[in-house]
């Protein structure tokens, strides 16, 4: 049987909780999907939008991963910067990138208005602020990105970030009226219906314990089931074991921690008055958003390479918020937990064709809801035949992870992070 879902706000608001079968038996398929987070469902959608046939295995449930734990912001980017992935690919091909990312949030608000996902519940508005004095340079990146993308930021400066934010850490803001957050675990529910009504085959509680890739037909083995496909596409994030050891190899498990608040609607409202989701400047940064009409909050922050979840994770989280807006001292933490996202060393998607046949569509973290929905897409294009836009990710491959002195380049790197913005928020 599958397991349930952790302990979080989005199962507590879980709209619907149908169970989908353990594979049994012998199963075949055109394109068989490994993985039931947001990429692989996105393919597996637009796969069987295609009429193509398609099966699509779970080790756990439908988004129990990070597809289902996140803190649910749906805006253009990936989680390394602009300039890291020109410097990589080069200025063309960086702003094409880029541009995917921007119809990633339009792939996610279409499927919400067309499939009825009204549990998905969006809410307009992110808002990134500065814990500096760097409005100039804000201002500059605004003009920037309406002259290259056609993005239509607004610039808040000190005193109306303040109207919204009551917090002494903030002094400006840029805002995104067309991004958005949401639900992504009513959200992922509601794709797997979808791929269901059309035709396609959803296994929960489906480990895969084998693959031969090799030959023009792939074979995989769960517990229970053995299943032949033409076609193969690994989906796992976070929680990828070895299976496929190219994907292994090449990808880091972090963890982040995520709280909810009381409901204390007056409180929170002394603080807190937009609506938008909010996401700091840090590099090392927190981000949060009201929920259940401004009665909680949803905090997220911190990372780790520490993947079993500490007992202070609610505490931690909790002094961040308090930090940022002391009027909150008073407010209890209700519940927390944490989630592994799966990073690659280059910070972006790893989105390609292992061999003929043979796909991988992973390493989302830090900037899943919009590139999971672009990455699922290109690589279904992909599979029928009618692009090749999956190949502008090309340079940045199954890059080795470095091992055990991966793991601790990042952490010391993210310490060096909360150490240079802790400084630079000192010197105002």
């Known amino acids: 049987m599958p397991s349930s879902y952790i302990d979080t706000y989005y199962r507590r608001t879980l709209a619907s909780a149908e169970n989908y079968p353990v594979a049994e038996g012998r199963l075949t398929a055109e394109i068989c999907i490994v993985g039931g987070g947001l990429a692989g469902l996105t393919a597996a959608l637009e796969l069987a939008r295609a009429g193509r046939s398609v099966l699509l295995l779970e080790a756990e449930r439908v988004a129990w991963g990070a597809s289902g734990r996140n803190g649910g912001f749906v805006s253009p980017g990936y989680a390394t910067s602009l300039s890291a992935i020109e410097r990589r690919a080069g200025r063309e091909q960086a702003e094409e990138l880029y541009r995917l990312t921007m119809e990633g949030v339009g792939i996610v608000r279409r499927n919400i208005e067309s499939l009825g996902i009204a549990d998905a519940a969006p809410s307009p508005g992110i808002m990134r602020v500065l814990r500096y004095d760097g409005g100039v340079a804000l201002q500059e990146e605004r003009d920037a990105q309406e002259k290259r993308f056609g993005r239509k930021l607004r610039y808040l400066g000190h005193d109306e970030t303040q109207a919204l934010l009551r917090s002494p850490k903030y002094h400006a803001a ?197 590139t999971t929905a672009i990455g699922g897409t290109v690589i279904a294009e992909a599979i029928r035949g009618d692009s090749d836009r999956f190949k502008l990710f090309a340079p940045f491959g199954l890059s080795w992870n470095g091992g055990p002195f991966g793991t601790a380049a990042v952490q010391l790197t993210y310490w060096s992070y909360q150490a240079a913005d802790a400084l630079r928020e000192r010197r105002q």
Request: charged share 20%.
């Open 174 to 370: 840029l805002a995104d009226d067309d991004a958005f957050h949401f639900h992504p675990l009513n959200y992922a529910r509601g794709l797997a219906r979808e791929i269901q009504r059309l035709g396609g085959t959803i296994h929960e509680g489906s480990p895969v314990l084998s693959c031969e890739l090799e030959g023009p037909v792939k074979r995989l083995r769960t517990a229970q089931a053995s299943i032949e496909a033409e076609q193969v596409l690994f989906t796992t994030g976070g929680y990828t074991g070895g299976l496929f050891a190219p994907l292994k190899r090449s990808f880091l498990p972090i963890a982040t921690y995520v709280l909810l608040t009381e409901a204390a609607p007056e409180l929170i409202g002394q603080a807190i008055r937009t609506s938008a989701g909010i996401g700091d400047d840090r590099r090392a940064g927190d981000y949060y958003r009201l929920v259940e009409g401004g009665s909680r909050i949803l905090w997220g922050g911190r990372i780790t390479t520490r993947t079993s979840e500490p007992r202070d994770v609610a505490a931690l989280l909790r002094r961040e918020m308090v930090t940022t807006y002391p009027q909150l001292a008073p407010l209890k933490v209700e519940l927390a937990w944490s989630g592994l996202m799966s990073y690659a060393r280059h910070l972006m998607p790893q989105i390609g064709q292992y061999r003929p046949g043979v796909w991988y569509c992973t390493a989302f973290g830090g900037h899943g809801m919009n």
